[in-house]
């Protein structure tokens, strides 16, 4: 019996609770149930012949917990745990006297990924595949991946299984009665990285009963294109006497269960709170029901772990993290500096972009590093999906690889060479790829010879299983100013594909008015033009006010927009700022005097206006001595002397970076101003430790006063400051720390610089820290508040 | 929906016995309308008959080995297991603000705190109407980290709770509770009133903590 061979055959009976029932048979509360069931192999052993008995085409291994993780400590090993309950399994199956096949169970590693939790994608990885080799080494028939509610973990085990095993794999995932996952994500967003990872068979168990799941399932039957299982829980908890009951029973369940095979399920099964009499009466009621065959779903989507984008209105993608043109985002790419980054990021999003592009194309870093580490960061933030945009197909598969949701690929051609090198890895991690009208021959003067490379590209990518809704054409935006028929050849492609190809059509619009004055006229206008001929996605600058005027009116004049209301909503209360008016009306006070008053009212956006109207007559140098740090300093006092809350010094910090980043072009050196080279110091959280508020806030007071921060992040073990102190030879460290439980890594980290004969000195602060844990753990200095840790390293390098 | 007290938040931002300005206040209110907006709160409890000897509180299959634990819950026959989380949207929108805007992270720092606090205190409030039928009360919570409560109990009360899988709250290796603004707690079952509504801050040993409520 071959499970993709019945799954297309015939509606699939799954088996019910282990854990309740196991819990029943005397399991105690906390206890292992996987390790409960080896050691009690008889009552296994019953619960599953009793499913078995009740005519299931499926049971499932007590496995559910049975990974490096949650076994951690435990005396048996994974490869025992598995291949045991697999065993016990398998030998319920051969005595059943029927076909039946044996699923193993893989359940969530009971951590979260990082970047909010602190396991890696790898490590979850490498636990999901142990599981799964030892799965298939003890003859399970399938894999069910179940109870999931991370998308970024369900990926990883369902990578783990399709790399290292050829096992059928169910992916199915717990959502609360609105659809959402307890990590933010929904199911619109978790259908399309299932989708794209290729699996048997998706769904949802656990958390609800199958009446909370009928509007789910609806939902489901909506978007996917994959066969559907459902495995509800028996109805809710109740806790009646200190007991868990829950409040559906046999017939009830097998009622709806016989609604939800109508709506479109091919697998169906119980999970918490089941019994075999449950699914006896379930397979009874549903024994002769017709399956529904599962419909091919033609929407173009992609998804982040929270949203799902569709391209049937308009998609603005950002386009400003991509360095080309862009010395301050160079600069920022080489010297790690993220938040700069991500902050590009967050602006884009504020500023209404849908999907964000990630272009890291710089030959002196190391791109595919990089690339992994900016989508890793963003992708915790934002619930945008991202457009991944590189060449380096080294950089696109790792990229794709830790991708939480399904990506947009930035690009394919029809070059073979490309063509070879990008489908593999859509295949392999799922995605809408965007196909440019050009290959070995370079880009063809006429519309319809750009729709034929088109076509090539979407007959290849069917030969790789990547279906048309997942390919998006962009028929490339030529120069108007080099040639006359540069914009109507562009746009009359668009029209030409969408009307003999039927795909979706992109473009990176600003092209066309290259090498000509007042490119947002050309840029706007353009943009206009093709959405009139049917363009569905524009990778443009959010910001720019232009574009997204010339989106919303016309989403307002298609129709799309109805009644006007977002045209309307938007276009009130955007006024533009008044700051200027204000400073060029009045003649005194004067401007340095403003500047300071910005800084100390935290005041960002006068704070940046003053400084650049500054620098028509003080140098950077002068500006940031003579004003920015005096400013500063009356902050800091009034910190120090309590009348100034920690607040009011955040916001005038922040009016400081702004002042910064507007005088920082006018530096002529390549390096950020005010950040002297001679005071550099290395600021981290340490190893286990993942919050870092407190050493952000220490970071930005200290780069205000012109400190030079490498700023290693949160979790950092003691080896990669000590490497880095030496490697950048770094006199001054900054060690943070919020728990008692992660102060033995401080004083780890600190016996490890001492060791390596290092001259670095150590300031330390956080939560936990107080005087006296810092001088047993050997530090310099302790730092009480922020303004203490700037005082230190002032005196610090000084003398 | 819980709500935000003011005057929790001020605390936290380190103001103890003033007021911040009303630009400040106003940033306040926006920072607590959007932690709302993103808490997913959830809890769970779970009661249990306790047996306390000299130091030891047994609990289910636990033995809670805490001094101070057991004079807590001295004279109750019972006691709660709870958890409870604003969910991880609010560390992500903090993390985000991080990045963008480090004084407005530090104040929706501050009000999910206070959020955390109030929601765990609602869902108390609720746990103990129900026991007040019985002619039960409850005592304050005590969470692990509190006297010799070790943080290494957290494993076991999220793991008896099952609350990975039921509220998506978890621990790192290093004994931190993921989502951030989260609670676990021991609440004591008493058949008496008395010490049952105590200032928190009341409770704990550190007379110095920058946050202490009251005075010190």
Redo the contacts between chains.
């Keep these: 019996m071959d499970f993709r061979k019945i799954l297309s055959e015939k509606l699939i009976f799954v088996d019910g609770a282990l854990g309740t029932m196991l819990q029943e048979a005397g399991l ?4 292992m149930p996987e390790v409960w069931g080896i050691e009690h192999p008889d009552i296994l052993r019953s619960i599953h012949d009793s499913y078995l008995a009740c005519g299931c085409d499926i049971i499932t291994t007590n496995t559910f917990g049975a990974n490096a993780i949650k076994l951690s400590g435990c005396n048996y090993s994974v490869a025992e745990v598995v291949s045991r309950s697999v065993s016990i399994a398998r030998s319920a199956v051969e005595a059943c006297g029927r076909d039946a096949l044996v699923a193993a169970d893989i359940g ?1 590693t ?3 990924l990082k ?4 396991l890696s994608f790898y490590d979850a990885y490498d636990a999901f595949r142990e599981a799964a080799v030892a799965s298939e080494k003890a003859g399970a028939d399938v894999i069910f991946i179940e ?1 999931m ?1 991370d998308t970024l973990e369900i990926k990883a085990a369902i990578l783990a299984v399709k790399e290292n095993t050829s096992l059928p794999v169910v992916a199915m995932m ?1 959502f609360d009665a609105n659809g ?1 996952l ?3 994500g929904d199911l619109r967003a978790a259908v399309p990285l299932l989708e794209g990872l290729r699996v048997d068979a998706l769904g949802m168990n ?2 609800l009963g199958p009446y909370q799941m009928k509007p789910l399932m609806q939902t489901l039957s909506e978007i996917s294109s994959t066969p559907i299982f459902l495995n509800p829980n028996a109805g809710l908890p109740k ?1 009646i006497d ?1 007991q868990t009951v829950f409040d559906v029973g046999p017939d009830e369940f097998a009622v709806t269960m016989a609604e939800i095979v109508e709506m479109g399920a091919r697998g169906i099964g119980g999970c918490c709170g089941t019994t075999p009499m449950h699914i006896k009466r379930m397979i009874e009621k549903c024994r002769h029901l017709v399956p529904k065959s599962t419909t091919k779903k033609i929407d173009t989507v992609v998804s982040s772990y929270s949203n799902a984008v569709s391209f049937d209105d308009i998609v603005i993608i950002g386009e400003r993290i991509n360095p080309t043109g862009k010395p301050r985002l160079k600069t920022a790419l080489r010297e790690n500096d ?2 700069y980054i ?2 590009i990021g ?2 884009q999003q504020n500023c209404g972009a849908h999907i964000l592009d990630v272009n890291v194309g710089l030959p002196e870093i190391d791109e595919p590093a990089m690339m992994e580490k900016i989508i890793s960061e963003l992708q ?3 619930p945008l999906p991202i457009q991944i945009d590189t060449s380096n197909i080294s950089a696109m598969e790792r990229a794709m690889r830790i991708y939480n949701g399904k990506p947009l690929i930035n690009s394919v051609n029809g070059k073979k060479e490309s063509m070879d090198a990008v489908f593999p890895l859509v295949r392999k991690y799922g995605g809408v790829v965007i196909a440019l009208a050009l290959d070995e021959n370079g880009i063809p003067d006429t519309p319809s010879g750009r729709v034929e490379i088109i076509k090539k590209i979407i007959d290849r990518a069917a030969s790789y299983g990547i279906e048309k809704k997942d390919i998006i054409a962009d028929m490339l935006t030529m120069t108007v100013s080099t040639g006359a028929d540069a914009a109507k050849t562009t746009l009359d492609a668009i029209r030409l594909v969408k009307s003999e190809l039927g795909v979706k059509t992109s473009l990176g619009v600003s092209n066309v008015s290259f090498g000509l004055p007042r490119r947002e006229i050309i840029n706007s206008a353009f943009f206009t033009m093709a959405l009139s001929v049917g363009l569905d996605a524009a990778i443009i600058n959010p910001s720019s006010s232009d574009m997204m005027n010339a989106y919303a009116a016309f989403r307002a004049l298609s129709g799309l927009d109805k009644n006007c209301s977002n045209y309307i909503s938007s276009m009130s209360g955007s006024a533009p700022a008044s700051v200027s008016s204000t400073s060029e009306s009045s003649p005194l006070p004067s401007e340095d005097l403003r500047l300071k008053d910005a800084i100390i009212h ?1 005041l960002r956006e006068k704070a940046s206006v003053s400084a650049k109207a500054l620098l028509a007559s003080t140098a950077p140098m002068d500006i940031i001595n003579g004003v920015i740090i005096p400013a500063l300093d009356v902050v800091g006092r009034g910190f120090e002397d309590g009348t100034i ?4 010094l ?2 005038s ?2 009016a400081v970076k702004d002042a910064f980043e507007t005088i920082k072009p006018h530096i002529l050196s390549g390096r950020s101003p005010g950040k002297d080279s001679r005071r550099r110091i290395i600021l981290a959280t340490v190893k ?6 407190g050493k ?2 220490v970071k ?1 007071l200290l780069e205000n006063y012109g400190f030079d921060v490498l700023d290693l992040g949160r979790d950092v073990d003691p080896e990669i400051i000590v490497n880095k102190i030496k490697s950048e030879n770094i006199r001054l460290v900054g060690l943070s720390a ?5 102060v033995p ?1 401080m004083a780890e980290t600190i016996k490890l610089i001492r060791e390596s004969g290092l001259d670095c000195a150590v300031m330390v602060g956080g939560a936990v820290m107080t005087q006296e844990y810092a001088d047993l753990i050997g530090a310099d200095f302790y730092g009480a508040d922020a303004m203490a840790a700037v005082r230190y390293a002032n005196s610090f390098f000084a003398g | 929906m819980f709500a935000i007290p003011e005057r929790e938040v001020f605390r936290y931002l380190g103001y103890r016995d003033t007021s911040p300005s009303e630009d400040i206040v106003k940033i306040i209110n926006e920072c607590a309308s959007v932690i709302k907006n993103e808490a997913n709160a959830k809890s769970l409890s779970r009661i249990f008959d306790i047996v306390i000897n000299e130091g030891t509180v047994l609990l289910g299959g636990l033995i809670l080995k805490s001094k101070s634990l057991a004079k807590h819950v001295k004279g109750c026959e019972k006691a709660i297991l709870f958890a409870s989380t604003l969910g991880i949207q609010v560390d992500r929108i903090i993390a985000r603000f991080e990045h963008a805007d480090m004084s407005r992270a530090l104040i929706l720092n501050a009000c999910a705190a206070a959020a955390i606090e109030s929601f765990s205190d609602d869902e108390c409030k609720i746990l103990s109407e129900k026991l007040v039928h019985e002619g039960l009360y409850l005592k304050p919570r005590f969470s692990p980290g509190y006297g010799d409560l070790s943080l290494s109990y957290q494993k076991d009360i999220l793991s008896i709770l099952e609350a990975q899988k039921k509220i998506g709250l978890s621990l790192t290796d290093s004994l931190m509770l993921i989502p951030a603004k989260s609670v676990t707690a021991v609440i004591g079952v008493s058949a008496s009133r008395n010490d049952c509504s105590i200032d928190k801050c009341a409770l704990c040993d550190k007379t110095d903590c920058a946050f202490r409520s009251g005075g010190v």
């Design positions: 105690p509360a906390g206890g969530p009971g951590k979260l970047p909010l939790g602190d109870t509610s717990t959402r307890l990590t933010g656990c958390g806790y200190g993220m938040d991500l902050e967050i602006s915790g933030i934002s935290g809350f920690l607040p009011q955040l916001m910090a922040e286990g430790d993942i919050h870092d508020i952000n806030i930005v919020l728990m008692t439980t992660t890594s």
